[in-house]
């Protein structure tokens, strides 16, 4: 597939970048005053009419500039919530909630049980607050959940490339100017090739995770293995820049003071969130065993 960004997707990029350097702390609110909230629901429910794959763009630039705010999961989940029959809305296959990009509590419920032996432990990076979370009991509501999974595991590819990106951006920039030896550290083979290595990889994700959110945003019968090799593939690289770029920091990269260390947990979470690497390359062994 030949895959170019449109005027309109570079111009988004630009404003996006701009404004979460500016402001990389913002409050939901001020995102969803921009549209971010809803750029993938439809015009006549109140969104931007966009596809996921224009949505894509400002996931990766939340993962560039570490945005902590639940920007991700409440554009992801946002255009398939089901509506809730207790409020006088009535459960819909497709459902929306009505004037969902303008409310501040949303209550669903489910569960999910995957077989597995061992011990259950959750993931949770308490530097992100996701909202309030308040366990009740009620009649189970019918949705499809496939299509948010995915949508998800989509999303957090394209948050670990910009991730990656960012965590290359710092190790450029460091060696650039750090001088030894009378020379700056980047002229050394040992401190600049793993950087050109961060690059390849970074540009191998981040094709991998457009792929992936171009059939997520298609709805494509390729979608889920799509997912899976991207999430496998651009979480690893996160991981990687971080170390990376931690290491050519020398010292100052293992402080708290440096921000390297946020960007390195931030990828260590997403590599194990949905199922590490082994289990999302496993989904794509298991699609192409059955192809043959």
Same mark, same amino acid.
Request: net charge negative.
């Given at each position: 597939?030949?895959? @170019?960004?449109?005027? /309109?997707?570079?111009? !988004? *990029?630009?404003? +996006?970048?701009?404004? $979460? #350097? &500016?402001?990389?702390? %913002? ?114 509501? @019918?949705?499809?959940? /496939?299509?948010?999974? !995915? *949508?998800?595991? +989509?999303?957090?590819? $394209? #948050? &670990?490339?910009?991730? %990656? ?122 699609? !192409?065993?059955?192809?043959?």
């Amino acid at each position: 597939m030949d895959f @170019a960004f449109t005027q /309109e997707q570079e111009e !988004l *990029r630009r404003e +996006a970048r701009a404004f $979460l #350097e &500016a402001n990389p702390a %913002a409050p939901l609110a001020e995102l969803r005053e921009l549209g971010w909230l809803g750029v993938s629901v439809p015009e006549e429910r109140g969104g931007g009419g966009l596809s996921f794959l224009d949505e894509a763009i400002l996931f990766e630039e939340a993962g560039r500039a570490l945005y902590s705010g639940p920007f991700l999961t409440t554009a992801v989940v946002l255009p398939a919530l089901p509506e809730i029959d207790e409020q006088a809305w009535s459960v819909e296959v497709d459902g929306f909630v009505p004037d969902l990009l303008h409310v501040d509590r949303v209550l669903t419920e489910g569960m999910r049980s995957l077989p597995a032996e061992g011990e259950m432990l959750a993931t949770m990076d308490e530097a992100r607050p996701l909202g309030r979370l308040t366990a009740a009991g009620g009649e189970a509501v @019918a949705g499809e959940w /496939e299509p948010v999974r !995915l *949508r998800l595991l +989509a999303a957090l590819a $394209l #948050e &670990a490339v910009g991730i %990656a990106q960012r965590a290359l951006e710092l190790g450029i920039e460091y060696v650039s100017q750090r001088e030894q030896f009378g020379k700056k550290i980047g002229a050394y083979q040992a401190v600049s090739h793993p950087l050109a290595d961060t690059y390849v990889e970074t540009e191998l994700a981040r094709s991998l995770a457009y792929w992936a959110a171009w059939c997520v945003a298609e709805e494509d019968e390729q979608a889920a293995v799509a997912v899976a090799a991207a999430k496998a593939q651009c979480a690893e690289t996160a991981v990687a820049a971080c170390e990376r770029s931690i290491q050519v920091h020398g010292g100052i990269g293992f402080t708290w003071e440096h921000p390297l260390h946020r960007y390195y947990k931030r990828a260590q979470w997403l590599d194990a969130f949905g199922g590490h690497a082994a289990a999302q390359r496993a989904i794509v062994a298991a699609a !192409l065993l059955d192809e043959s």
